[in-house]
């Protein structure tokens, strides 16, 4: 399956583009996409200790507009926005 | 009555007006306006703006529920809620925040206006990056968002 995840926040900093690919194999869930996500900062950034601790804190949105648990399975190609720790108004 | 709305600042901006012009009711006799602005200290950092980040279809299904769930908590009738968040550059003590409420009775305009602002900052899905006097800048750390 091919995701396309979308980039908020300090997560941007992970790419110039808004969002990063990845293909997952069937049936993963949002736990197997953030493990996607570590190895991506490992590879990319040496494993930089902020990019990570970002992402451990991060929840996950739906292509629905919902945020998921770790255990939702994702059973389609489909967009995920990364929603990082908030601070607005 | 509610009205949600992110300003994309790079194409209008936000304006106390149009929350004027959306809460005013002769069915009221107290608005509350709340007005969020960049200031220019920030643990100890002089903070020359901010840029705002926001998932916008999951800021505006935030600003629903939070208003749903003001209503099943206060259960104030013929109350107003003007909620308008920026996304983009703003600068030092400009706007990025305008929530107006009416209602009856001042005190309900009060806790209405509290709830609104107090909600958002849990759930809302808006992020800032502070940009500082020296010319450096960083995301602010934040808050897990609590879901509904």
């Keep these: 399956m091919k995701i396309k995840l979308e980039l908020f926040g300090a997560s941007r900093e992970f790419s110039e583009k808004n969002y990063l690919e990845f293909s997952l194999k069937e049936k993963s869930s949002i736990n197997d996409l953030r493990n996607e996500i570590l190895s991506f900062i490992d590879k990319n950034f040496k494993g930089n200790n902020n990019f990570k601790k970002l992402v451990e804190s991060s929840k996950f949105c739906s292509e629905e507009n919902n945020i998921v648990a770790d255990s939702y399975k994702i059973t389609k190609d489909q967009k995920i926005g990364i929603i990082p720790p908030i601070g607005g108004g | ?148």
């Design chain 2, 1 to 148: 009555m509610l009205h949600t709305k992110i300003i994309d600042l790079t194409k209008e901006k936000i304006e106390i007006f149009n929350a004027e012009k959306f809460i005013a009711s002769s069915k009221c006799g107290a608005s509350i306006y709340f007005i969020g602005t960049v200031r220019d200290l920030n643990n100890d950092k002089k903070v020359t703006g901010i840029t705002y980040d926001s998932h916008d279809a999951l800021v505006i299904k935030s600003f629903e529920e939070i208003y749903q769930e003001s209503k099943g908590k206060f259960k104030f009738e013929n109350s107003a809620v003007f909620i308008e968040h920026v996304k983009g550059h703003v600068k030092l003590g400009e706007t990025s925040i305008i929530i107006a409420v009416a209602c009856k009775h001042r005190a309900q305009a009060y806790d209405l206006s509290r709830f609104i602002i107090e909600e958002i900052k849990k759930r809302t899905p808006i992020w800032k990056k502070e940009h500082y006097e020296n010319k450096d800048s960083e995301w602010l750390k934040g808050n897990p968002i609590k879901s509904s």
